[in-house]
Each structure stands twice: as structure tokens, then as C-alpha cells.
């Protein structure tokens, strides 16, 4: 057993903590935190890992974390760091002068457009005028066609329908047109933050009974936990890592709780709504519940 496994350790029986019970906190298995116990990293899922899981453990036994993980960082292996590509640019002096007489000869060829589409209109403009003038100057034709006068109906003859019980619906043969009423609009699906507390971002869901998680890995690769429900009946869905530009949804009905080793690695959305996972290369703890009205 390591220093640091001792010191862990004491500290978890000082607060008289079963390993079972330090598992249901922090959410780690088990066999994980026997293996920090016992000095034996390469059970772990990744370098990364080893350092997130520590200082997990150091949170829930009572210890600064920070200071641990000070303490004994030559004993702790360093996570590999991420290896990024430079982007190479390329501009030729070629391409400039290309692009130089290629804006010039545009201007050029607007310029001349604009000239002529104002003569245009200044000619359109006048020929549009002479023949209204012209016009004005015919004279009237004597046989122009007289339109009738519109008939007013008779007001006896529609007294006696009104009296038969037509009321000129007979007349017109127009069925009466009944409005539809509008649809009513389905429930908007709305996902907001509760609380945050001990390390974990609660969130409620409404307008919807049942959960769609969809998750992308963006970054390194990173470790995921999701179980549903949380407490004395956790049924773990999927614990597993996943690399980058990977991608899972769950369907779930009831709360859902997801553990991220990494959560500046990943992307998630409930319901369509994204959901900020973290900017740092920490272990996250979300849960999801269904607010049902």
C-alpha cells in the first residue's frame, strides 16, 4: 500500500466510511477505490483518471484535495498531454494580385452597368410620358359600350322569403361556413438548473414525460456513467469510455444520472436543450429529473 493510500484510507475509517458507502458518494467503483487504496493505478481507466478519482476521494473523506494531490504528485502519474496539429497557412504573393485584378475588373464592369441602367430609365422615363400626352389628346368614341345599371331587389319579394324561412340561403345556395377553432399548441419541452450541491448539477425537465440524452465526445476521450434511477435502486445503463467523435443517446422514463470523467471532452443535450457539461478536464455529476405536473 502507497503513502497516499494510507492517507486516503485513514481518513476513511477516521469518518468511519465503508468503501460501499465512499462508492455511492462519489460514484466510483469499488474495485477503483481499492486500487487508489492499494497504489495500483493501471486499474484505472487512463492517467487522467487516477488524479480525478483522487481528488474525488479526498473531497468525500474530509481533505483538501488540492493539498493531496500537491503532496504527492511525483507519486501520481501526469495525464498525456493532448497533441494538437498547427494549422499551416499558405498565401502566395500570386493569389494576392490575382484576387487585386479580379475586385478591380469587378468594380470596372459595375460601373459601366450603373451608366447605363440610369440612361435606360431617363429614356424609359420619357418615352413614358409622350405617349400619356398623346393619349390625352383622342377624342371620345360616341359608340362606347353604356354598362346597365346594377337592379336593387325588391324588398317585397324579400319579405316574403324572410316569411317562407329562407332568408335568402335558398337563393344563394351557399352553405354556411362553421370557423375552426385554432389547435391547441402541444406542452413546450423546458430543461432549467435547480441547484448545484456537493459537486452535482441537478436539473428539471417539464412539458414531457419521458428524457432523450444525446451525448458527443469532442474532446480526448472520456469515461461515462449513466444510472437511473440514483439511490438504494441504481440500475447503471452504460459505463464505458468513449473516444473522440463518438456518440450514444439514452431514452430514459425516469431520472437519469450521469457521471463524466472529463467534462470539457463532451457535448450533451436533454430534450434538443443543451446542457453545459464544464469547461475543465474534471469529473462532472449531472442528474436529470421529470418534473410531471
Do not use: H
Not at 458507502?21 to 495500483?40: C, H, M, P, S, V
Amino acid at each position: 500500500m502507497s503513502d497516499l493510500g494510507q492517507l486516503l484510507r485513514k481518513a476513511r475509517i477516521e469518518k468511519k466510511i465503508s468503501l460501499d458507502d465512499l462508492q455511492e458518494t462519489t460514484k466510483i467503483r469499488k474495485r477503483y477505490l481499492e486500487a487508489i487504496e492499494d497504489g495500483n493505478y493501471k486499474v484505472l481507466p487512463g492517467n487522467f483518471y487516477v488524479r480525478a478519482f483522487i481528488k474525488s476521494y479526498a473531497e468525500a473523506v474530509g481533505l483538501d484535495p488540492n493539498e493531496v494531490l500537491n503532496m504527492y504528485q511525483n507519486v501520481i502519474p501526469q495525464p498525456e498531454p493532448e497533441q494538437i496539429e498547427p494549422i499551416r497557412t499558405k498565401r502566395t504573393t500570386r493569389n494576392t494580385e490575382w484576387l487585386g485584378k479580379w475586385a478591380s475588373n469587378v468594380m470596372v464592369i459595375s460601373f459601366v452597368v450603373l451608366i447605363l441602367g440610369v440612361i435606360y430609365y431617363y429614356m424609359s422615363q420619357s418615352y413614358t410620358g409622350n405617349t400619356n400626352d398623346a393619349t390625352k389628346d383622342l377624342p371620345k368614341k360616341i359608340t362606347e359600350k353604356v354598362e346597365p345599371a346594377a337592379q336593387t331587389p325588391n324588398p317585397g319579394n324579400a319579405g316574403a322569403n324572410g316569411a317562407n324561412g329562407t332568408n335568402g340561403a335558398l337563393a344563394d345556395n351557399k352553405p354556411v361556413q362553421v370557423p375552426t377553432p385554432p389547435p391547441t399548441p402541444p406542452p413546450t419541452t423546458e430543461v432549467k438548473l435547480v441547484k448545484s450541491e456537493r459537486g452535482t448539477d441537478y436539473y428539471a425537465v417539464t412539458g414531457t414525460d419521458k428524457l432523450k440524452i444525446e451525448m458527443k465526445v469532442t474532446g480526448d476521450s472520456c469515461w461515462i456513467e449513466v444510472d437511473s434511477p440514483p439511490g438504494g435502486n441504481k440500475k447503471v445503463i452504460d459505463s464505458m469510455t468513449f473516444n473522440n467523435g463518438e456518440t450514444k443517446t439514452w431514452e430514459l422514463t425516469d431520472t437519469a444520472f450521469l457521471i463524466f470523467g472529463k467534462a470539457n471532452a463532451v457535448e450533451l443535450s436533454v430534450n434538443g436543450s443543451p446542457v453545459v457539461v464544464g469547461d475543465q478536464p474534471n469529473v462532472k455529476k449531472i442528474q436529470v429529473d421529470i418534473q410531471k405536473s
